[in-house]
């Protein structure tokens, strides 16, 4: 299993910013399907947006134009710029990591091999 650890979580008002940062072994980040996923207590987690190693990214419908996943090649990072923040953004979100180059149309959990411990991200109205 890979060692997946998120921060950059916290709280701020409605239409504020926060970047969340996953940090991974040297070599995994950059190499396989990165994926945020975020969950409210009692509900599903739901994904939120992935990369694959080429750079390629997805985004879930309800935050496209407002966040942006992207890697960090030598600091094998992976970062989660989330801006125009709405109260409904409000969840834990994780960092997950699926051992393939490619990521799916359709992020599911169940499909992805390794896990962070997730950051808390709270939007106040």
């Known amino acids: 299993q890979v060692h997946l650890e998120e921060s950059g979580g916290g709280s701020v008002q409605a239409g504020g910013s926060l970047r969340l940062s996953c940090a991974g072994t040297?070599?995994?980040?950059?190499?396989?399907?990165m994926a945020w996923f975020r969950q409210v207590p009692g509900e599903e987690r739901e994904g939120v947006a992935s990369?694959?190693?080429?750079?390629?990214?997805r985004y879930a419908g309800s935050v496209k134009g407002r966040f942006t996943i992207s890697q960090d090649d030598d600091e094998n990072r992976l970062y989660f710029q989330m801006s125009s923040l709405k109260p409904e953004d409000t969840a834990m979100y994780y960092c997950a990591l699926k051992f393939s180059a490619d990521c799916p149309s359709h992020l599911t959990a169940t499909l992805f091999d390794s896990w962070g411990q997730g950051t808390q991200v709270t939007v106040s109205s």
């Open positions: 040297p070599w995994a980040v950059t190499r396989y399907c």
């Open positions: 990369i694959d190693r080429e750079g390629s990214a």
